[in-house]
Structures are given as structure tokens and as C-alpha cells.
Nanobody, 125 residues
């Protein structure tokens, strides 16, 4: 059974940092694109970042480039999203998601088959 479990969300002041974790079980994610998405109240899912280790590829939303960094620990089957210099507009529920095997990174939520339960990130001004 495929499972993705996020953790690390919380409340932080603008300019602060958080690190989100996505623990993956049920498959070895090296061949899978693992993405981070966020959804603010009343808005659609927004693709924030993605990593696919076997392709050596990453993806970042323009508004987070230079502030967010995605990485992975194969030994722990975990993907991380380091978020620095957070802004109030980063406030959202953050989800990690996985595509079907062998597909590449994408910022489109509909392309992802497996989803975690989400973790709340709130940035105060």
C-alpha cells in the first residue's frame, strides 16, 4: 500500500523557516516524481516543487525559487522541503504527492496519483 505522510508544518513569522518532511512507504521512490503542492483557502492546488532522483531533475514554482529547496534521503525514503524567508502568501496546506512510476516532474496536481493528508503552514506578518 502506497502511503505518503507529511510533517513539519506550523506557525512561523514572516522571514522565518520551516522544513517539511514527506515519508514515503509502499514503493522505492527513486523512479517516482515526488511533488509538493499547496492549497490556500478558496484556491486551487499549486505545484510548489518536485524531485525525481533517477532523472536528476527538480522543479520549483517561480515564486519560491531561491527560498525553497527540495531534497531527498533515499535511506529514509523521505523527501524534504526546506522553506526559508517565508512570506504570508506562502500560507496554505502543503501536500506531498507521487506520480505513477517513470513519469517526470510536473506542477499539475491532476497528474499525481498518490497524496498525503497535508500539513498546515501559517506565516504571520
Amino acid at each position: 500500500e502506497v502511503q505518503l505522510v507529511e510533517s513539519g508544518g506550523g506557525l512561523v513569522q514572516a522571514g522565518g523557516s520551516l522544513r517539511l518532511s514527506c515519508a514515503v512507504s509502499g514503493f522505492t521512490f527513486d523512479d517516482y516524481a515526488i511533488g509538493w503542492f499547496r492549497q490556500a483557502p478558496g484556491k486551487d492546488y499549486e505545484g510548489v516543487s518536485c524531485i525525481k532522483n533517477s532523472a536528476g531533475s527538480t522543479y520549483y514554482l517561480d515564486s519560491v525559487k531561491g527560498r525553497f529547496t527540495i531534497s531527498s534521503d533515499n535511506a529514509k525514503n523521505t523527501v524534504y522541503l526546506q522553506m526559508n524567508n517565508l512570506k504570508p502568501e506562502d500560507t496554505a496546506v502543503y501536500y506531498c504527492a507521487a506520480r505513477q512510476r517513470y513519469y517526470f516532474c510536473s506542477g499539475t496536481a491532476a497528474f499525481y496519483s498518490y497524496w498525503g493528508q497535508g500539513t498546515q503552514v501559517t506565516v504571520s506578518s
